[in-house]
């Protein structure tokens, strides 16, 4: 067991009214409103860009992305389709055939404007074309703003198996501007807010502190919010990368949420990640309360904040044989074990605690019967 809590990431600038701009070796961060304006810092190290992105952020991200940087206005384009059923081999060797195409080498840059999906498989296959071509994020969703672009996972579904296939590899620089948020659809809001929520549980008591109480589409200074998240998860990577420690902290909902999201997958009625994982992390404080000297009044609160934000999952009892057996196959158990992230206190985790399967089934009983 170990637990972390710590700001790792030494503040570098932030003049008033301008973004956060935290040069952390190898990968620069811009965050905030402005950011986009600031991004010519890192592309002027480049002659050649191709934008990737999708058919929605075609329509609503990059008329601003060319507008706001006009150092890649012209530059050469692969959209791909949406969804993460996209997130697949096929649209991986979609982009390398189209960056084959366009004749694209070594010195180019790839810049990956879009959410989870877009940065998850354009970092991969800008990582493996050529053996490696570098590439830059510009996440356009909640969720890639405080998660998905940061970090350096990348990689594509394969053979059903989510996240399956890909590699680490850090993007030079990542740009987050909230510029890009208007256009978003009101469950990919609540989604991205899930993942909010968490670094406020795990790492980051002020930030909860600012949440509490709001609905995730009035968040009121939402520039600092996402400044805040971005950051939390920053301190986490840039300590731990390969996910050998720390940075499982952020699994916190996510063993039980991941059973939850497959599950209704598999039964044809999808959920987001984000309403997933609320659920996973209604069960897994309940879990840290059985376990430690987690305060029960703490888990009330968790539970008030997820049910004003968050819909019940439609789960009942005769689903829990199928969702234990969706968390036995998840990557992150080892010999059978169920490990878990779980809270000590609000804004403090810990990982690789071991629960017994028994304890998992009272926790879905705990989020089914209150
Ligand atoms: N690499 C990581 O560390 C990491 C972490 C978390 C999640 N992920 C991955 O991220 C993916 C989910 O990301 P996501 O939630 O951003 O989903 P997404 O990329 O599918 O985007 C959601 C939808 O919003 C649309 N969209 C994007 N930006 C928009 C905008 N500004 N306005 C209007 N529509 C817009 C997209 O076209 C898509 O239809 C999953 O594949 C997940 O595995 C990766
Ligand atoms: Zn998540």
Known sequence: MAHFNVKLVSYISRMKNSPLILDTKPVSYFIGEGALSHSSKVLENFTRFIILFDENVRTHCLPILREKVPAVAMSDVICIESGENKKNLDQAVYIWNELTRLNVDRDALIINLGGGVITDIGGFAAATFKRGIQFVNFPTTVLGMVDAAIGGKTGIDFEHFKNQVGLFVDPVS?????????????????????????????????????????????????????????????????????????????????????????????????????????????????????????????????????????????????????????????????????NFSLLKKIGKALHNVEVLPSLVVDSIKYYINT
């Open 174 to 338: 990542v740009i987050i501007d909230p510029i890009f948020l208007d256009t978003l659809e009101d469950k990919q809001w609540q989604s991205g807010f899930a993942e909010i929520l968490k670094y406020g549980l795990i790492i980051d008591r002020d930030l909860w502190r600012i949440l509490y109480g709001k609905k995730y589409r009035e968040i009121g200074d939402l520039n600092k919010v996402i400044i805040k998240a971005a950051r939390d998860k920053i301190d986490i990577v840039k300590h731990d990368f390969k996910e050998k420690g720390i940075r499982k902290n952020l699994n916190f909902g996510h063993t039980i949420g991941h059973a939850f999201e497959s599950h209704f997958l598999l039964s044809g009625h999808p959920v987001t990640h984000g309403q997933a994982i609320a659920a996973g992390m209604i069960c897994e404080a309940w879990l840290s309360c059985q376990l430690f000297e987690f305060d029960p009044s703490q888990l009330d609160e968790i539970v008030e904040m997820i049910d004003a934000n968050f819909q019940r999952l439609d789960v009942n009892e005769s689903h829990i044989p199928q969702l234990l057996n969706l968390m036995r196959q998840d990557k992150k158990v080892r010999h059978g074990k169920l």
